[in-house]
């Protein structure tokens, strides 16, 4: 299971670090992935981890703003959210490939498997 946190009401230009806290499983071994879903809007990725944390990626809107990252021993991903802009208001989502061979990264939705609840994040201007 995944658990989200972290979310809250921010002013444009603030920060934000979100975690996603993994059970059940030997979290270290898989890839991870943060999505964010605004309303009416499609589900899409904004950053993603490989399972080493070596290699990142980052949605163009969000480069240079936020940084993923993970600490295998406490099975914990981050997500740290800085220059928060309005249009980064959405719900985010952990999400995880439990592939424990793959040790690349996963860029799209259909390539994660489970999810967590989900936490909002709120830009006010």
């Known amino acids: 299971q995944l658990q989200a946190s972290g979310g809250g009401l921010v002013q444009a230009g603030g920060s934000l670090r979100l975690s996603c806290a993994a059970s059940?499983?030997?979290?270290?071994?898989?890839?991870m992935g943060w999505f964010r879903q605004a309303p009416g809007k499609e589900r899409d990725i904004v950053a993603a981890i490989s399972r080493s944390g070596t290699s990142t990626y980052y949605a163009d809107s969000v480069k240079g703003r936020f940084t993923i990252s993970r600490d295998n021993v406490k099975n914990l991903v981050y997500l740290q959210m800085d220059n928060l802009k309005f249009e980064d208001m959405a719900v985010y989502y952990c999400?995880?490939?439990?592939?424990?061979?793959?040790?690349?990264?996963?860029?799209?939705?259909?390539?994660?498997?489970?999810w967590g609840q989900g936490t909002q994040v709120t830009v006010s201007s």
């Open positions: 059940g499983r030997t979290f270290s071994r898989y890839a």
């Open positions: 999400a995880v490939n439990p592939n424990a061979i793959y040790s690349g990264i996963y860029y799209s939705r259909s390539q994660y498997y489970y």
